[in-house]
């Protein structure tokens, strides 16, 4: 079976500019998470989707960052203005639904520097 | 909250050697999952293992075995042979078996494997 997609894998933005990342879970999988991982750390998680609502995203700077998945499918991150310290890794993964263990497949990754 | 400790920043290990890394955690739900994943340098999260709160048996996958020590609240990961393929950096993750699913990550291990 395919993999979970990312796009772009790199991105280059200026402070204050807005960008947005792009991700498609593997087929079936109701679950899908962003994280954020900062060189040298391990990632964070910012948001969860179960099909199409939000289940946890307390991690997430709304002020600036926005996620969506419509349809249950699809999801985009956007961040609207970036920062500096918004340079990091964004990993999307995803899992199946239910049950006490799910194991999440990751997708590549979208290195962003901002500069 | 919860919290997993990874000690070593770096390890070195000879090729055919064994290796193991550390990982520490901290929670106070009796049900939770313990996960450990490999990152290359291409950026991708690699499932590895996986070990429930309420095994009774270590669980092994191959050359991967992670040595479970509930009372010490440790879940070290032991390679066994080790090859070159297997410089990475190495996570440590913990799930709360009602928390969605959600993970939380260690800072990493940085193996390298040398001839």
């Known amino acids: 079976e395919a993999g979970v997609a990312q796009s772009p894998r790199y991105k280059i933005i200026e402070k204050r500019q807005s960008v947005a990342f792009w991700c498609n879970p593997i087929s079936g999988h109701a679950t899908l998470y962003w994280y954020q991982q900062i060189l040298g750390q391990g990632p964070k998680l910012l948001i969860q989707f179960q099909n199409n609502g939000v289940v946890d995203d307390s991690q997430l700077p709304k002020d600036r960052f926005s996620a969506e998945r419509l349809k249950g499918v699809d999801s985009t991150l956007k961040i609207q203005p970036a920062k500096l310290e918004d340079s990091a890794v964004y990993l999307c993964?995803?899992?199946?639904?239910?049950?006490?263990?799910?194991?999440?497949?990751f997708g590549p990754g979208t290195r962003l520097t901002v500069l | 909250a919860q919290k997993i400790t990874q000690t070593q920043p770096g390890m070195f290990v000879q090729e055919k050697e064994a290796v193991t890394l550390d990982c520490t955690y901290d929670t106070s739900d009796p049900s939770y999952g313990l996960f450990w994943y490999k990152q290359p340098s291409s950026g991708e999260m690699i499932f590895l293992i996986y070990?429930?709160?309420?095994?009774?048996q270590n669980a092994t996958e191959g050359r991967y075995s992670l040595n479970f020590q509930k009372a010490r609240k440790s879940a070290n990961l032991v390679i066994s042979a080790s090859q070159l393929g297997d410089s990475a950096m190495y996570f440590c993750a913990m799930g709360l078996t009602g928390g969605g699913n959600k993970l939380t990550f260690g800072t990493g291990t940085q193996l390298k494997v040398e001839l």
């Open positions: 993964a995803s899992s199946r639904a239910g049950g006490p263990y799910n194991e999440q497949f």
């Open positions: 070990q429930g709160s309420y095994d009774q």
